[in-house]
Nanobody, 115 residues
Framework: QVQLVESGGGLVQPGGSLRLSCAASRIAFGATTMEWYRQAPGKERTLVAHIGSGGDSNYADSVKGRFTISRDNANNMVYLQMNNLKPGDTAVYYC?????????WGQGTQVTVSS
């Protein structure tokens, strides 16, 4: 059973930073595309950042220049460094793994940006 376990969420003031982590197990991590999604209350789940198996990355326009996705293949980890956080970043953040034809989700971690 593939497992994705997120951590690192919490309450932060506007302008602050958080680093989310996702630990993957029972998966061929080096061959897996990893992504972070988020879902705010009453809204659809949307893609925040993507990192391919080769390390190529891309971001939603709303987070470009503020968020950085990275991966550690030796330890089956993916990270999301979030800087200059804004109240609009408040959401549950989910780790997502894609290795064709399968997809897996983590349980999510809450990020709240508020003063």
């Amino acid at each position: 059973q593939v497992q994705l376990v997120e951590s690192g969420g919490g309450l932060v003031q506007p302008g602050g930073s958080l680093r989310l982590s996702c630990a993957a197990s029972r998966i061929a991590f080096g061959a897996t595309t990893m992504e972070w999604y988020r879902q705010a209350p009453g809204k659809e789940r949307t893609l925040v950042a993507h990192i391919g198996s080769g390390g190529d990355s891309n971001y939603a326009d709303s987070v470009k220049g503020r968020f950085t996705i990275s991966r550690d293949n030796a330890n089956n980890m993916v990270y999301l460094q979030m800087n200059n956080l804004k109240p609009g970043d408040t959401a549950v953040y989910y780790c997502h793994a894609r290795i064709w034809p399968l997809k897996y989700w983590g349980q999510g971690t809450q990020v709240t940006v508020s003063s």
